[in-house]
């Protein structure tokens, strides 16, 4: 819970500050969590969630795609149902909720890939 908790605290600040500080775009602004998050959770999900000690190519690959599919499904998904929702709102607003809905998707589907796919034990 630790891990995850510290990932989505480095993971959202990072966008959210990319987004509403820097007035980078929905995309870019994901992306850099989806980027910088993906590293972290990596590592601390590998080691600490998951238990797995060996070191794979393989598993760097699998976890790459997963945390791809699950990005662009999460954040795919939650712009246009926002947008929909959220109709007659500001931009800023409908986006902001946009990226917090994508984090929520993303983060339960990238979970369960890293579960039964990335770092699935033999």
Do not use: D
Request: hydrophobic share 50%.
């Amino acid at each position: 819970m630790i891990v995850g908790v510290f990932n989505t605290l480095v993971g959202c600040g990072t966008m959210f500050l990319l987004y509403n500080l820097a007035h980078c775009s929905y995309w870019v602004s994901s992306a850099a969590n989806y980027i910088v998050g993906g590293i972290v959770s990596f590592f601390l999900n590998k080691y600490y969630t998951f238990g797995n000690k060996k070191w794979e190519w393989a598993q760097v690959w699998k976890f790459v795609l997963n945390v791809t599919v699950c990005y662009l499904l999460g954040y795919g998904l939650a712009k246009p149902i926002t947008l929909r929702l959220l109709e007659g709102q500001a931009v800023r607003v409908q986006e902001n909720v946009a990226m917090l809905v994508g984090m929520c998707l993303y983060t339960g589907l990238n979970y369960l890939g890293q579960r039964f796919f990335a770092f699935r034990g033999k």
